[in-house]
């Protein structure tokens, strides 16, 4: 059991848009910063967003980050074939002093 | 170029000891946070813990599952980190992560799979 909640799936056609939620509590999103990484089969993990809506270099802009209250999402607007992967959004968690992950979202290009 | 190379995984017996070694390069180490993540076949990302630069005191933080039993540490004038597994468990398995961390885990090693089985 994970202590961020994420769907275990999404998907779409190529072109729309996909949101993913990832829902904690008052000890981690609520007030820490939230981060995404991207996971593409067999590979490491990428960093995708950091400080809940800011993307490193090189990450398209077709990736963006949001966070209100206890929850955060990323969305993915103009989907396309090689966005197929594994999502992972992740906190620092105040009351158990560490980094918490969702349990991943693995979205299917359509 | 950031560059992490995990090394040291193979196959264990359970109570078994095993140590990753992961060499860091591109960056200036001695200044950085380093972080290992787990994650086991087929599931999804598990922190395993953190040590701070020896500016911020060079300390150690680890999940409750592998408390008092992995620990984690630097070698900066090898620019190397270290987990030193001991008391491993069949749910130890995993591929585990080396990571450089600076406020997120900017950057991931390819990963070393760590097999504990009987």
């Known amino acids: 059991q994970s202590v961020l909640t994420q769907p275990p799936s999404a998907s779409g056609t190529p072109g729309q848009r996909v949101t993913i939620s990832c829902s904690g509590s008052?000890?981690?999103?609520?007030?820490?910063?939230v981060n995404w990484y991207q996971q593409l089969p067999g590979t490491a993990p990428k960093l995708l967003i950091y400080?809940?809506?800011q993307r490193p270099s090189g990450v398209p802009d077709r990736f963006s980050g949001s966070k209100f209250g206890t929850s955060a999402s990323l969305a993915i607007s103009g989907l396309q074939s090689e966005d197929e992967a594994d999502y992972y959004c992740?906190?620092?968690?105040?009351?158990?002093?560490?980094?918490?992950f969702g349990g991943g979202t693995k979205v299917t290009v359509l | 170029e950031v560059q992490l190379v995990e090394s040291g995984g193979g196959s264990v017996k359970p109570g078994g000891s095993l140590r990753l070694s992961c060499a860091a390069s591109?960056?200036?180490?001695?200044?950085?946070?380093m972080s290992w993540v787990r994650q086991a076949p087929g599931k999804g990302l598990e922190w395993v813990g953190r040590?701070?630069?020896?500016?911020?005191?060079?300390?150690?933080d680890n999940a409750a599952p592998v408390k008092g039993r992995f620990t984690i540490s630097r070698d900066d004038s090898k620019d190397t980190l270290y987990l030193h597994m001991n008391s491993l468990k069949t749910e130890d398995t995993a591929v585990y992560y080396c990571?450089?961390?600076?406020?997120?885990?900017?950057?991931w090693g390819q990963g070393a799979l760590v097999t504990v089985s009987s």
């Open positions: 990571i450089r961390e600076f406020y997120s885990f900017d950057y």
């Open positions: 591109g960056f200036t180490f001695s200044g950085a946070w």
């Open positions: 040590i701070k630069s020896q500016t911020d005191g060079g300390t150690t």
């Open positions: 008052s000890f981690n999103i609520g007030s820490q910063t």
């Open positions: 400080g809940n809506n």
């Open positions: 992740a906190a620092w968690d105040d009351s158990l002093n560490g980094r918490v």
